[in-house]
């Protein structure tokens, strides 16, 4: 079992930074894929980015060049940085983590999110 909890959402003015941070605790290991997600009101949830345990990103078109999905293996740890924020950027963001056996997908694990505002 895989435990997430994520935490930085805030109200921050359009073109403004944050960070958000992701801990995973319990049975966590090397094999799985970390990512985030978001949420806005209406709409469905979407992928933001993932990185895999050897470091591999991934990125929505919408944040290539804003947003930046890091990891500390050691730590347990998966941060976003999000930079250039958009009001669209508005949405419940949540981390995700994909455990994989035997090349299968063996379990997946949601945090709580977060909700990030971009308003003036």
């Known amino acids: 079992q895989v435990q997430l909890v994520e935490s930085g959402g805030d109200l921050v003015p359009p073109g403004g930074s944050l960070r958000l941070s992701c801990v995973a605790s319990?049975?966590?290991?090397?094999?799985?894929?970390m990512g985030w997600y978001r949420q806005a009101p209406g709409e469905q949830r979407e992928l933001v980015a993932t990185?895999?345990?050897?470091?591999?990103?991934l990125y929505a078109d919408s944040v290539k060049g804003r947003f930046t999905i890091s990891r500390d293996n050691a730590k347990n740890t998966v941060t976003l940085q999000m930079n250039s924020l958009k009001p669209e950027d508005t949405a419940v963001y949540y981390c995700?983590?994909?455990?994989?056996?035997?090349?299968?997908?063996?379990?997946?694990?949601w945090g709580q999110g977060t909700q990030v505002t971009v308003s003036s």
């Open positions: 319990g049975s966590s290991n090397m094999n799985n894929v």
């Open positions: 990185i895999s345990s050897g470091g591999n990103t």
């Open positions: 995700n983590c994909k455990r994989m056996w035997l090349g299968y997908l063996s379990g997946e694990y």
